[in-house]
């Protein structure tokens, strides 16, 4: 199975800052995904990161908000843009594997 | 992709088996059921997937019915460890579908 690293795994941030999350994996994935986990609640994904191209974005995500870039096969960034407190969640990192999908460990965001 | 309907919580004693339903009445043929469970703080981790064979494997028995409108996860043994949110996810195989979760079911399992 693919595993899955990601960087930072938790931050503070301020209000109206960007902050960008980093994702490797060990091996070649197909797919590389972002997903989001408010408190309490279940994964939503963000977008589809393609590599070499602009991602596609889930229904209410938006490039200008969350930034996202796939130079090469096994790494990804997810930059959150502007941020304001209701983008504290954890933002999670996933791959897809030849059998199914992986998911990073996650990077708990708090913005205040 | 097809929806699923699961139970929001179960409880289960521990070294017993714990058996978690799903519902997917509107899953299409070519559409696997997938389960993932999620560890408080932790991302989701894989568990098993079949299209309409039980299935099993060192964590857990999958059987899904004949008429494929629903399945249960199940955990033979459940030890404290097997306490977190289990997912049942429908999706066709294959790049470019990608997996959307539903609510869960938030198992605890009891000593």
């Known amino acids: 199975s693919a595993v899955i690293s990601q960087k930072p795994s938790r931050d503070i941030c301020q209000r109206g800052t960007s902050l960008t999350i980093q994702c490797q994996v060990d091996s070649q994935v197909t797919m590389m995904f972002w997903y989001r986990q408010q408190p309490g609640q279940s994964l939503t994904l963000i977008a589809t990161?393609?590599?070499?191209?602009?991602?596609?974005?889930e229904s209410g995500f938006v490039i200008d908000k969350f930034p996202i870039s796939r130079p090469n096969l096994t790494f990804s960034t997810l930059t959150v843009s502007n941020m304001s407190p209701e983008d504290s969640s954890i933002y999670l990192c996933?791959?897809?594997?030849?059998?199914?999908?992986?998911f990073g460990p996650g990077t708990r965001l708090t913005v205040l | 992709d097809a929806k699923t309907t699961q139970p929001p919580s179960m409880d289960c004693a521990e070294g017993r088996a714990a058996n978690l339903p799903c519902n997917h009445s509107?899953?299409?043929?070519?559409?696997?059921v997938y389960w993932y469970r999620q560890i408080h703080s932790q991302g989701p981790q894989y568990i098993i997937h079949?299209?309409?064979n039980n299935e099993t494997n060192e964590m857990a028995s999958l059987i899904i019915t004949e008429d494929r409108k629903s399945s249960t996860l199940i955990l033979p043994h459940a030890t404290l460890r097997d306490t977190a949110v289990y997912y049942c996810i429908v999706r066709v195989a294959g790049t470019g579908n990608q997996f959307y979760f539903g609510t869960g079911t938030s198992l605890t399992v009891i000593p």
């Open positions: 996933s791959g897809r594997g030849p059998d199914t999908q992986y």
């Open positions: 079949g299209l309409k």
């Open positions: 509107t899953i299409s043929g070519n559409e696997y």
């Open positions: 990161a393609n590599q070499g191209s602009e991602a596609t974005y």
